[in-house]
């Protein structure tokens, strides 16, 4: 019999990737509308105008998080931001809520009542935030928005109704050897737009179309490191 | 979802595309209104996650009628509720933290000769495991009975002599 006997417990496999050398991340943007003109033939003027945008970010050791009420970008010259909120992390930084500054294009573009609020949240370089916390969170709230009103008698081309656009990414629990805290990049961008006007609305003799929405739509992108439990989805509307 | 024309909702089915084909004039209208149903874009590979969805994209394009060749005077894209989300994770995950490992454990038996557990392969006698134990539990218990009379007969002896 040999003169010593280890006992040696069982080593949980190593398969996930420390924090410390890990790379990965993390983006989602939601915003209540998106719009893109040209104006003659293709190629000549170009606009594009983002409406209340939020964004957040994750990478190994920082999240971020911003709350615009306008993104403008015309064909040649540099964006035109017309306010953001921004916070980074670490240390955890919250910025907001604070209401933006009113969109001064009525009655092209009508903007009411902008509510901003960015949220960063990685707790220290080496420390992972906790897994039911967004390591960040954009959000933006308006009451509603207005395109194409040009005048009193001529129907708008959209209005939506109350929106909150919300864009979080998060380190979220994902299966591991026992005995490890491993984790997953989610990244989920969603707007509780409940409904939208087209041409007028509709009701009331009103010859334009209200569309009621019936459940927030809802992208939601995982990413694990296996192609088993990796996914994106896209939440169904709703039927009636 | 639900389409309220003239105060009637009517059920609709996401996916639906409504084509939209307007002449004003020498204007032409052109485009379409879609609810969408899915996100488009997708990529997954197990370590990269992408994809775009709208709730509601509306394409509108303007053309001056002109002949058999219109000419684009504009275009507008609009998309409600615009979302998209990418992620990265290395394989397997990431290691947040690790619950301590317990040091590994180290067990010495004493040196003295390991007693057989089973008989021998030849020979008489299939008890030598139990016999040593008994002739080592023998050897203690005459020493402490020994030591136990020893003791007794000095006591004696002692309490003779102090009488």
Not at chain 1, 42 to 65: E, I, Q
Not at chain 1, 159 to 174: C, E, G, Y
Not at chain 1, 212 to 225: W, Y
Request: with cysteine.
């Amino acid at each position: 019999m040999a003169g010593a006997l280890t006992l040696v417990s069982p080593a949980a496999p190593a398969s996930a990737t420390p924090l410390a050398t890990a790379t990965f991340s993390g983006h989602a943007t939601s915003e209540i509308l998106e719009t893109f003109g040209a104006v003659g033939p293709p190629g000549t003027l170009a606009v594009r105008v983002d409406v209340g945008p939020a964004t957040a970010n994750v990478s190994r050791n920082a999240s971020s998080a911003t709350a615009s009420n306008l993104l403008a970008k015309i064909t040649g010259p540099p964006a035109i931001n017309v306010q953001t909120l921004t916070a980074s992390a670490p240390p955890p930084q919250t910025v907001g809520p604070t209401t933006l500054i009113p969109i001064p294009a009525a009655p092209l573009l009508d903007v009411k009542l902008l509510t901003g609020q960015a949220t960063a949240s990685w707790p220290k370089v080496g420390t992972c935030p906790a897994a039911t916390v967004p390591a960040s969170l954009g959000s933006v709230t308006t009451a509603a928005a207005t395109i194409g009103g040009l005048g009193a008698d001529l129907p708008s081309l959209i209005r939506t109704s109350v929106a909150t656009t919300q864009s979080t990414t998060q380190l979220v629990s994902a299966s591991g050897p026992a005995g490890t805290d491993t984790r997953a990049v989610q990244a989920r961008a969603t707007n509780t737009i409940s409904s939208i006007d087209l041409f007028g609305g509709g009701g009331s003799g009103k010859p334009g179309i209200t569309i009621t929405i019936n459940k927030a739509p809802t992208l939601t992108g995982l990413a694990t490191g296996s192609t088993a439990t990796s996914k994106l989805t896209f939440s169904p509307v709703g039927e009636p | 979802m639900t389409v309220g024309a003239a105060g009637t909702p009517v059920a609709l089915s996401l996916g639906i595309s409504v084509p939209i084909n307007l002449t004003v004039g020498a204007i032409m209208l052109s485009g379409g209104i879609n609810l969408n149903a899915g996100a488009v874009g997708v990529v997954n590979t197990g370590t990269m996650v992408a994809g775009d969805a709208a709730l509601l994209t509306i394409g509108l394009t303007a053309r001056i009628n002109t002949g058999p060749a219109p000419i684009q005077v504009a275009a507008v894209e609009l998309a409600v509720a615009p979302l998209h989300v990418d992620a990265t994770s290395p394989k397997d995950g990431i290691q947040c933290a690790t619950a301590p490992t317990p040091p590994p454990t180290t067990v010495t038996p004493p040196t003295t000769p390991p007693i057989p557990s089973g008989a021998p392969q030849t020979g008489a006698g299939g008890t030598a495991g139990v016999q040593e134990g008994a002739l080592i539990a023998l050897g203690l218990v005459l020493l402490v009975s020994g030591a136990g009379a020893g003791s007794m007969a000095y006591r004696r002896r002692r309490a003779g002599h102090a009488a």
